[in-house]
């Protein structure tokens, strides 16, 4: 990974050409279609996403939450 890319160059964006995108867009809808894509979509919405991010205990992980809990109390 190249970490020393500057964002902060003023230079102006090159577009994708015209060819390239169609492509990028047809890769995308195929992907979405497939069905392996229909079948996450279906079991992502069996799940309760509402509580992930704010569970009722309050910790991300209870197990770990627990663990440095008594790790800090010795």
Excluded: C, N, Y
């Excluded at 500057?6 to 577009?15: K, L, N, S, W």
């Excluded at 919405?45 to 010795?74: I, V």
Aim: hydrophobic share 55%.
């Amino acid at each position: 990974m190249d970490l020393s890319f500057r964002f902060d160059r003023d230079v102006a964006a090159t577009p994708i050409a015209a060819p390239v995108a169609v492509l990028l867009a047809a890769a995308a809808v195929r992907q979405s279609a497939s069905p392996t894509a229909q079948l996450q979509f279906r079991l992502d919405r069996l799940a309760p996403a509402h509580g992930l991010l704010a569970p009722p205990h309050g910790a991300f992980s209870l197990a770990a939450e627990r663990a440095l809990t008594r790790w800090k109390r010795r």
